[in-house]
């Protein structure tokens, strides 16, 4: 096992910004990516989001760590679920 300062995949890229990659269902089309990156980017510190409607996976860079039930609320508010983080 190997001990790591962050918690899930999330990792420190260079300067200050952070990538997590985050699981969500429901999502079919175009439109669905578009509804969960759009409430997403809303969040607070958040700098892109990209989200596949195919794999179900989100990852989302931000310039802190974000805090999973405002992910969850953000995806619930756009109409799909949160799963967890990848
Ligand atoms: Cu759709």
New binding site residues.
């Given amino acids: 096992m190997t001990d790591q300062k962050n918690s899930g995949t999330a990792s420190l890229t260079q300067g200050s910004e952070v990538t997590a990659v985050y699981k969500v269902s429901g999502?079919?089309?175009?439109?669905?990516?578009g509804?969960v990156s759009e409430e997403i980017s809303a969040i607070d510190g958040v700098t892109s989001v990209k989200a596949v409607?195919e794999t179900g996976e989100v990852t989302v860079t931000s310039v802190v760590p974000l805090d999973e039930e405002a992910v969850r609320a953000s995806v619930d508010e756009a109409g799909y679920e949160l799963v967890g983080s990848v």
């Fill in positions: 999502m079919t089309c175009g439109h669905c990516e509804a409607a």
